[in-house]
Nanobody, 119 residues
Framework: QVQLVESGGGLVQPGGSLRLSCTASGNIFSIYDVGWYRQTPGNQREVVATMTLEGTKYATFVEGRFTLSRDDAKSTVYLQMNALKPGDTAVYYC??????????????WGQGTQVTVSS
């Protein structure tokens, strides 16, 4: 059974920083595309950043403040968030496209981690 577990969310003041982590566990062959999304109550989940073979892309609202990275040896994806704004308050979800033993290639999602930016 594959699981993605996120951590690193919390309460931070405007202008502060957080680093989200997302670690996959289970019988994983390989990690392909990865990404972070976010969702606020009453709204659809929106993309924050994705990393594919074509490169890393960020949503317009990121404005150079966030950095997506990965450590495949640790099956972990990170989102470094700097200069946080109240508008960044949301539940953040990671996603990975994984090749899994006896399953094949499919997308997996984490359970979400709350980020609250407030003074």
């Amino acid at each position: 059974q594959v699981q993605l577990v996120e951590s690193g969310g919390g309460l931070v003041q405007p202008g502060g920083s957080l680093r989200l982590s997302c670690t996959a566990s289970g019988n994983i062959f390989s990690i392909y595309d990865v990404g972070w999304y976010r969702q606020t109550p009453g709204n659809q989940r929106e993309v924050v950043a994705t990393m594919t073979l074509e490169g890393t892309k960020y949503a317009t609202f990121v404005e150079g403040r966030f950095t997506l990275s990965r450590d495949d040896a640790k099956s972990t994806v990170y989102l470094q968030m700097n200069a946080l704004k109240p508008g960044d308050t949301a539940v953040y979800y990671c996603t990975m496209k994984l090749s899994v033993v006896d399953v094949g290639l499919r997308d997996y999602w984490g359970q979400g981690t709350q980020v609250t930016v407030s003074s």
